[in-house]
Structure formats: C-alpha cells, structure tokens
C-alpha cells in the first residue's frame, strides 16, 4: 500500500531556509507524478509544486516560484522541496502527495515561518 512520510519541518526565520523529504514506499515511485501541497491554519489544501515521474517537468504556484524547488531520487524513492527566502505566509503542514493534489498524501511535517 502507498505510504508516504514527509520530514524536514521546523521552526525558521523570515528569509531562512528549510529542506522538506518525501519517504515514498508501496508503489512504483519512479513511475508517477509527485505533488508538494500546503495547509494553513484555517485553510484548505494548497497546491506547492509537481513534478514528473523523471524529475524534467516541474511547476509551481505563482506564489512560491523562484523561491521553491522540486526534485526526486528515484534511486531512493524520495521527493523533496528546497524552501527558500521563505515568509511568513509560507506557514503551514506540507505534505506530499502521490500524483495530484487529491492522491494519497503522508502526515504532514509542520513548517513555520516567524521571528
């Protein structure tokens, strides 16, 4: 069965930067389209960024273009999100999801943004 485990949250500054991981396992990861979404307090799901089963096609949300980037290991079946020049509106649980935003997603690692 899919599971999916993200880490690399934490607590960091206006303008710091953070490194999120995506644990992937029980599906042919290599094999699919791998999306970072968002919730904030209070908020639906947000869509951050995909990418495609090779890790040549990503996209991103207007809001975090030129700050974000995607990137896969598929040798190691792991997603990850480079955060950087981050605010504060970037608070909130990321996850990852498999294939779209409504796919299958982890537990979420908390990132907050604050002084």
């Known amino acids: 069965q899919v599971h999916l485990v993200e880490s690399g949250g934490g607590l960091v500054q206006p303008g710091g930067s953070l490194r999120l991981s995506c644990a992937a396992s029980?599906?042919?990861?290599?094999?699919?389209?791998m999306v970072w979404v968002r919730q904030a307090p209070g908020e639906g799901l947000q869509w951050v960024s995909s990418?495609?089963?090779?890790?040549?096609?990503?996209d991103y949300a207007d809001s975090v273009k030129g700050r974000f980037t995607v990137s896969r290991d598929n040798a190691e079946n792991t997603l990850y999100l480079q955060m950087n020049s981050l605010k504060s509106e970037d608070t909130a649980v990321y996850y990852c999801?498999?294939?779209?935003?409504?796919?299958?997603r982890g537990q979420g690692t908390q990132v907050t943004v604050s002084t």
């Open positions: 999801a498999k294939d779209h935003i409504g796919g299958r």
């Open positions: 990418i495609d089963a090779d890790g040549d096609d990503t």
């Open positions: 029980g599906f042919t990861f290599s094999s699919h389209w």
